[in-house]
């Protein structure tokens, strides 16, 4: 599956670690809700995680062997899926998991070289270059201050989350 077979936008986040992806989406989501739209995420992390709690039945089965489990009551449901600790997971395989009935968007954070597109998160002072100059996909940077240099796409203020989501629905209607 190719990540332009799907249904529904995705809209990545992306930037370098410590730039605040996850600060603003937890910001910018509630603002998207509260516009109606149906949203989904995926985040990508460097780092193992436990989403187990240690001694629970499905924390013992997965410590037993089971390489997927999926967990359901009707609160919520979730899948964990063992890695190998080496492949990074494939975002296509990832967005082909999701339900996509009454889904209007998806927000992906990270998967920052994946062709999808995205909104930068860039902040100055942490001396990364910008993405934007070399991924056609970067529709937008969120800045805590301009960057030195002229930027080909529309600059937003990263501490300024509304004016983010008002971007995000200005181009989920241009859809």
């Not at 037993?64 to 492949?87: P, V």
């Not at 209007?104 to 001396?127: A, C, M, Q, W, Y």
Request: proline content about 7%.
């Amino acid at each position: 599956m190719n990540l332009s077979d799907f249904s529904f936008p995705v809209l990545g986040f992306a930037a370098f670690s410590g730039s605040g992806k996850t600060t603003l989406l937890e910001k910018l989501i509630p603002q998207l809700r509260r516009s109606g739209v149906q949203l989904a995420l995926i985040k990508h992390s460097h780092h193992d995680f436990e989403m187990d709690k240690p001694g629970k039945d499905s924390d013992r089965l997965r410590k037993a062997g089971a390489n997927q489990i999926l967990l359901a009551s009707k609160f919520r449901s979730a899948w964990i899926r063992e890695g190998d600790g080496e492949t990074e997971p494939d975002l296509a395989e990832l967005l082909a998991r999701l339900d996509a009935h009454d889904l209007d968007l998806v927000l992906v954070e990270g998967f920052r070289d994946e062709p999808i597109t995205k909104i930068e998160i860039h902040r100055p002072s942490l001396g990364k270059p910008l993405l934007c100059l070399e991924d056609e996909k970067v529709i937008a940077v969120a800045a805590d201050r301009p960057p030195e240099q002229k930027i080909p796409v529309p600059l937003l203020t990263l501490n300024r989350p509304g004016d983010v989501a008002d971007f995000v629905l200005s181009w989920l209607r241009s859809l």
